[in-house]
């Protein structure tokens, strides 16, 4: 019978696992690669202008994918990102553009993606429905809202405090807006509960085997819940980053955040199968997508390549994901 | 018990009952699960309980961990009635359940399904505030857990998912054993194991009952339950048919009173 | 979370292969779109890559761009109606440092911030086809008369059913869009009712597409069988309110007009699925456009105001009084094939 006490992982393997154990390594070098081949063929690509104006850029589509993550992360997705984006900024618009207190305008709307994603969240945990079709009805829901509350028009917000994450500040010859300090914020943020507390371990363990997670005592529903009402959160101060970046309140915008949050997820090496994954992959996939489009219109080149080029990722990161589960 | 008249080994003779059932009836309608059944684990043994399919094991099994509610009968823990709501409420009195499954988090590693659900938080305002993990404790403790059993991992650090059935169910059961206080209950922990894997988790079972926890062993392998188990429990039509021991019976014995061919 | 190293080794090892391969594609296809630093570049934003207006006024401008040796870069927004893909796309050109844009704002409000930062970095910026509110947040909009091209459907409509009595159907667009808005409102004038006036039988939502179109009539026939006259937003709705109304048999007592002058509309109307349409010109727009860019590189000159590159009425079928051309000219200076 063997006895061997194991013994303690030596200090080069234990340096290499550092290296390259982290899931985001893979993503971070497609970034790299594209960062190198757009700073050879124009060197404006450099420029802290532009580096500047490509985080503004990720902003919003950044911090949905947040959200996204943790949804994805549950084994779940949602469809109604955008939708419930779109609800804060019509609603912060309208009430400030009526008269009301900014602060309390966008708090009202913080507070109604918050209930938004907690109504998504307690369909989802108490009828056990799937993720995909209620987050689909939300979706169509609140399509139909948006217009009803906007009377299908866009309109101009302008307001100071809602404006205000569009402010920018220098930081040692860098050009940021506030907007991305919050994006790196909330990144922090959710990326030490993801890694550093009880609650982002037993997101994980949901999302890897939701009977196991039950069987060792996880209030599995109750988790479930407060990923979606913590994701509505994030898609409330999402949609505070969008009036800063535009100030206009429009129901027809940001019908592409569901894809391309989920993009920017996927690519960050996050598994559609949950469980698997993590916050820093994301930053880096919706930083590869900023980068790509800027960098191609910088290039001179078609755009359609940015779509051919996120699409052979997508399809790579699944592949990928797919490969080493069977293995497994 | 007087269906009960064999002999049993010196060691559990004397000890003390950690765990009993006392005429626990479960029906389904008109589908009687459980018809009265008796159950009695002593500290410091291997209690194998066998029997065929739809004996009424595995309901047995989930009346005493809280998994379902017996419609009568009663259940003593160290001689007091309990009560299980479920799963939980056993594990807070001290039992510890190796499902068939085993209740894995595939994709986390080792220190982190140790302590699924049970995390360690960090000391001070680290923990208490900012809910912080003690991932440095929990990875020794989850150390210290595998060298107590004596089983053999490449490092704590892996996937669960990388590591083979037999590693898995080592981690299950330390897992049972770092949380136990009283005893352990495990179904089946050999099923899916070749021969090497199940003699070295039929050595970790017998690490565990040296630690002084009482073992609950569901099997169907026969050679199995004669090599590790102190008595066997033989379930049959929803009743304890006997309670025999590896020395006074033969596995012959076993399948003839578990068919019902003969009585102990 | 500490991960398998093996697995996860082995996975980054085939990223790694995987960023290559990709930088292998991008590499190659900068063959073609490298260009001396000296170039002007002229930047052109449309509204989507798919509509094949857009499509027509992209091919216009990048064929005056070769003509008059500048370079154009293009980009799009996601979908009708994507101001923050627009936004984007005008940030990157700015970046790429274009002399002018040319841009077809799906909102009209939307990117007035960045409109103001490109004017203030010297960039000439041109609305094509929608104009910005406020127009003048643009050095200058070159542009069809959308409330002009409504006027030319709807007097035709009225003028060609004669003295029946209208039942009126609205198939818009994408509700408080400026050009919408634009083309309803003067279809109203042509016509000479007001919004909410009676004859009005209802108004469906098509964004343009031939199947909501169709479904849009649909319903507006259901709810009222007397409709005898519609108005569409574009030739691709005109196709599907056709269709519902061939199904419902209906398709030759309708007066169904339309906009665009897309080759595919033409010749709906030389069939006589559609009665008339209202031709505009994209390449026209592009092309001026693209000649603006190149005289202020050149000479510092900034077009101003609004200029009207024209709508014409197109059917075989004219009405004494409005003048028209019929589908033959049409198809020779139609768009979209």
Redesign the interface.
């Known amino acids: 019978?063997?006895?061997?006490?194991?013994s303690s992982?030596d200090r080069k393997a234990s340096l290499k696992?550092r290296i390259f154990g982290t899931p985001s390594v893979g993503p971070f070098l497609v970034l790299l690669a594209f960062c190198i081949i757009f700073a050879l063929t124009n060197p404006r690509f450099l420029a802290t202008h532009n580096l500047s104006i490509i985080l503004q850029q990720t902003v919003i589509i950044g911090v949905l994918a947040i959200g996204q993550t943790l949804v994805i992360l549950t084994a779940g997705i949602d469809l109604a990102v955008g939708a419930i984006c779109v609800l804060g900024t019509i609603i912060a618009g309208k009430m400030v553009n009526l008269g009301y207190d900014p602060v309390l305008s966008m708090g009202f709307a913080i507070l109604v993606c918050t209930a938004a994603g907690l109504s998504a969240g307690s369909l989802i945990s108490a009828l056990k429905l799937p993720p995909f079709i209620v987050t689909l009805g939300i979706l169509g829901i609140l399509t139909a809202a948006l217009r009803l509350i906007s009377s299908g028009g866009a309109f101009a917000v302008r307001d100071p405090f809602l404006a205000w994450t569009g402010n920018t500040m220098k930081l040692g010859g860098f050009v940021l807006t506030y907007g991305v300090l919050i994006m790196f914020l909330l990144y922090g943020v959710v990326w030490?509960l993801l890694n550093?507390?009880?609650?982002g371990?037993?997101v994980?363990?949901i999302g890897?085997?939701p009977?196991?997670?039950r069987?060792?005592?996880?209030p599995v529903r109750r988790h479930l819940l407060s990923v979606y009402l913590g994701a509505g959160l994030i898609y409330g101060i999402g949609a505070w980053l969008a009036l800063g970046r535009i100030p206009n309140a429009d129901p027809n915008a940001m019908q592409t955040a569901n894809l391309d949050s989920i993009t920017a997820v996927v690519i960050g090496g996050t598994s559609l199968f949950g469980?698997?994954g993590g916050l820093i992959g994301t930053l880096i996939g919706a930083l590869i997508v900023g980068v790509l489009r800027n960098g191609l219109t910088l290039a001179g080149i078609d755009p359609l390549w940015q779509d051919l080029v996120t699409g052979i990722l997508v399809i790579v990161a699944v592949a990928l994901d797919q490969m080493s589960r069977r293995k497994? | 018990m007087s269906d009960v008249n064999s002999p049993m080994a010196p060691a559990t003779l004397s000890a003390p009952v950690v765990l009993e059932a006392r005429n626990v009836i479960k029906t389904y309608g008109h589908v009687t699960a459980l018809a009265g059944v008796d159950f009695e684990l002593r500290a410091g043994e291997i209690l194998a309980v066998v029997g065929d399919n739809g004996a009424g094991k595995s309901t047995l099994i989930k009346a005493l961990t809280g998994a379902l509610h017996p419609t009568s009968g009663e259940i003593l823990l160290d001689g007091i009635p309990v009560h299980f709501k479920g799963?939980?409420d056993a594990?807070h009195a001290g039992i510890e359940?190796v499902?068939q499954?085993?209740?894995?988090?595939?994709?986390?590693?080792i220190a982190?399904n140790l302590f699924?659900?049970?995390?360690l938080?960090a000391p001070g305002i680290l923990g208490s505030v900012?809910?912080?993990?003690d991932?440095k404790r929990m990875r020794q403790e989850a150390?210290r857990a595998?060298?107590d059993l004596?089983f053999?991992?490449?490092?704590?650090?892996?996937?669960v998912?990388?590591l083979s059935g037999g590693q898995r169910q080592g981690v299950a059961v330390a897992r049972a054993a770092l949380f136990a206080r009283k005893l352990v209950i495990m179904d089946e922990p050999t099923a899916a194991l070749g021969v090497r894997e199940t003699?070295?988790v039929l050595?970790l079972i017998r690490s565990i009952r040296e630690r002084g926890l009482a073992v609950v062993l569901i099997s169907h392998n026969m050679p199995n339950v004669f090599d590790i188990a102190d008595r066997i429990h033989i379930m049959r039509l929803g009743r304890r048919a006997a309670v025999v021991t590896p020395k006074t019976h033969s596995m012959n014995d076993v399948v003839a009173i578990m068919t019902g061919a003969a009585t102990a | 979370?500490?991960?398998?190293?093996?697995?996860t080794f082995v996975r980054s090892n085939r990223l790694k292969a995987g960023a290559a391969a990709l930088g292998l594609i991008i590499g190659a296809s900068f063959g073609t779109g490298q260009a001396a630093a000296e170039d002007v570049i002229v930047g052109l934003v449309t509204k989507t890559e798919v509509n094949p207006f857009f499509a027509k006024m992209r091919q216009a401008a990048e064929a005056r761009a070769k003509e008059k040796k500048v370079k154009l870069i293009a980009r799009a927004g996601k979908f009708d109606g994507d101001n923050e893909g627009q936004v984007a796309a005008i940030e990157d050109l700015i970046s790429a440092g274009a002399k002018g844009i040319l841009v077809t704002p799906n909102n009209s409000s939307g990117m007035l911030d960045i409109i103001k930062k490109a004017r203030a970095a010297g960039v000439l910026v041109i609305a094509l086809d929608t104009a910005t509110d406020p127009a003048d947040a643009v050095d200058a909009t070159f542009a069809t008369d959308n409330f002009e091209a409504g006027v030319q459907q709807g007097t035709y409509a009225r003028m060609a059913m004669g003295d029946k009595k209208a039942v009126v159907a609205m198939l818009d667009g994408t509700p408080g869009g400026t050009v919408d808005t634009f083309r309803h409102d003067g279809y109203l004038k042509g016509f000479g009712i007001k919004e909410g006036a009676p004859s009005i039988a209802g108004a469906a939502i098509t964004n343009g597409a031939q199947d909501k179109g169709q479904v849009g009539m649909e319903n507006l026939l259901s709810k009222n069988g007397d409709i005898n006259a519609v108005y569409t937003i574009n030739e691709p709705a005109a196709a599907g309110a056709y269709a519902a109304l061939k199904s419902f048999g209906k398709e030759n007592d309708v007066m169904l007009t339309s906009i665009d002058g897309g080759c595919a509309g033409v010749r709906d109307v030389k069939d006589g699925k559609i009665a008339a349409t209202v031709m505009q010109f994209p390449y026209k727009m592009a092309a001026m456009g693209v000649d603006a860019v190149v005289e202020y590189a050149a000479t510092g000159k900034k077009p101003s105001g609004f200029v009207n590159t024209g709508s014409f009425l197109i059917t075989d079928k004219p009405v004494k009084g409005l003048e028209s051309k019929d589908t033959a000219w049409g198809l020779k200076n139609c768009w979209g094939d």
């Open positions: 019978m063997s006895t061997v006490i194991p992982p696992a030490y550093e507390t009880k609650w371990r037993h994980y363990a890897n085997n009977e196991a997670a069987l060792v005592g996880i469980g698997r497994n | 799963p939980l594990r359940t499902y499954d085993l209740a894995m988090a595939p994709a986390l590693d982190s699924l659900g049970r995390e938080r900012f809910r912080r993990l991932k150390q595998m060298s004596k053999r991992l490449p490092s704590i650090d892996n996937a998912e990388a003699g070295q050595e | 979370m500490s991960q398998n190293c093996n697995r």
